[in-house]
């Protein structure tokens, strides 16, 4: 079992614990610890894992380490009225090479997949990502992505995989499993405009800082189609998140990264979610370790919200409106129970006809109205067609 390989949390962080009240998070859980070992999984939902892997960074020598300083936030906070169990696994070793890093974390977060828990990443660079969505090959299925990040990350296809080129491998890696990647909060002096236009060119969803930050709401639909989150905390401002290298002044707030991150926990979709980049040299203190606690506290109370709902499996609580675009029609539901919004696509695939629902705002529905195909919806067709 790939899970044996796995190392315990820091004695310090579980130390700590002894200190907490005993209606605290790390008093709450099961924490794979030196002395009890490994906890049985039967019954848990969500696992956190740390990952101290990170060869592959670019200019941010230093992430991987200090992870039992965010277990120490972790721990210390109290659970919401939480019905989910959760476990810390401890920390996915690193291999002699970092392909033998890459090969131990698919197969880990693979198992966790498999027996239906949602691992938490924390620690290590954003090329773990890659690893991340190779673990879903054996689930056989394709695969969104969602990544919170002020570049793509296309890079160039160099003979090493890393931190800024890890989006261009997994576009042009076989099997490609991937049917939809979407960045929230690109800064377009970052990229360049060949990798905005080839975003649009493979139908990839970009969203600018500025847009999503005039309405925190707006990206509630790109995460509830995602499998899997990847975060890189140098989306968010240096200010609010000083432990990365390449920290810069503009991102997001830290209440809005712990927003977008209860939207990622409430998606019924989401099976991994990772925070990346954190690098202890440079954190003032403990800023950046106390908010990347904040923001898996915030995932894990998401998760804990989830509503079953897809309209195609049952209208019954859900309103339809019918409109016609040009000469298309496009049916969009409504849930009466969270009043999240769906819009239908019919397609042909091996020439049968067949529809599929995704995600979608009020606005979608207001912009159909005036005549104008959702972007959302024609990006779909086209992938679909």
Not at 49 to 76: C, H, M, P, S
Not at 133 to 141: E, I, Q, T, W
Not at 194 to 220: C, H, P, W
Request: charged share 25%.
């Amino acid at each position: 079992m790939s899970l044996e390989l796995l190392l315990p949390v820091e004695e310090k962080a579980v130390a700590h614990t002894a200190l907490q009240s005993d209606l605290s998070l790390g008093k709450n859980i099961k924490i794979h610890s030196k002395q009890d070992g490994l906890p049985e999984l039967e019954d848990i939902n969500i696992a956190i894992l740390g990952v101290t892997e990170a060869r592959g960074a670019v200019d941010n020598i230093g992430t991987g380490k200090g992870l039992d300083i965010i277990r120490k936030f972790i721990y210390q906070m109290f659970p919401g009225n939480w019905h989910m169990k959760i476990a810390d696994l401890g920390n996915i070793p690193k291999g002699k090479e970092i392909g033998d890093s890459y090969f131990v974390i698919q197969e880990i977060i693979g198992e966790l997949l498999e027996r239906n828990i949602i691992p938490v990443i924390i620690g290590g660079s954003q090329d773990i990502t890659y690893a991340c969505y190779r673990a879903y090959d054996r689930l056989n299925k394709p695969v969104n992505i969602v990544s919170v990040d002020n570049r793509f990350d296309l890079g160039e296809m160099t003979p090493k995989l890393n931190s800024h080129n890890y989006l261009h491998y997994i576009v042009m890696d076989k099997p490609n499993n991937m049917f939809n990647f979407s960045n929230i909060g690109f800064q377009t002096f970052f990229n360049s405009q060949e990798e905005i236009d080839l975003m649009d060119k493979l139908y990839f969803d970009a969203y600018r800082l500025g847009q999503v930050t005039n309405d925190i709401t707006s990206v509630e639909p790109v995460l509830r189609d995602a499998d899997i989150v990847s975060i890189d905390l140098g989306a968010v401002r240096i200010s609010d998140a000083p432990a990365n290298n390449n920290g810069v002044p503009n991102g997001f707030f830290g209440d809005q990264i712990c927003a977008i991150s209860r939207y990622a926990g409430i998606s019924n979709k989401v099976s991994s979610f990772g925070i990346y980049e954190f690098n202890p040299k440079f954190d003032q203190r403990e800023n950046t370790a106390h908010l990347i606690a904040q923001m898996v506290w915030y995932f894990i109370e998401g998760v804990n919200l989830r509503i079953n709902e897809y309209p195609l499996e049952s209208v019954k609580n859900y309103k339809k409106y019918i409109v016609l675009v040009e000469n298309e029609t496009i049916n969009f539901y409504k849930s009466d129970k969270s009043e999240r919004w769906w819009m239908e696509i019919h397609y042909s695939h091996n020439n049968s006809d067949k529809s599929t629902l995704i995600p979608c705002t009020y606005h979608d529905y207001l912009t159909a109205n005036n005549q104008i195909i959702p972007e959302r919806w024609l990006k779909t067709f086209r992938k679909l067609n």
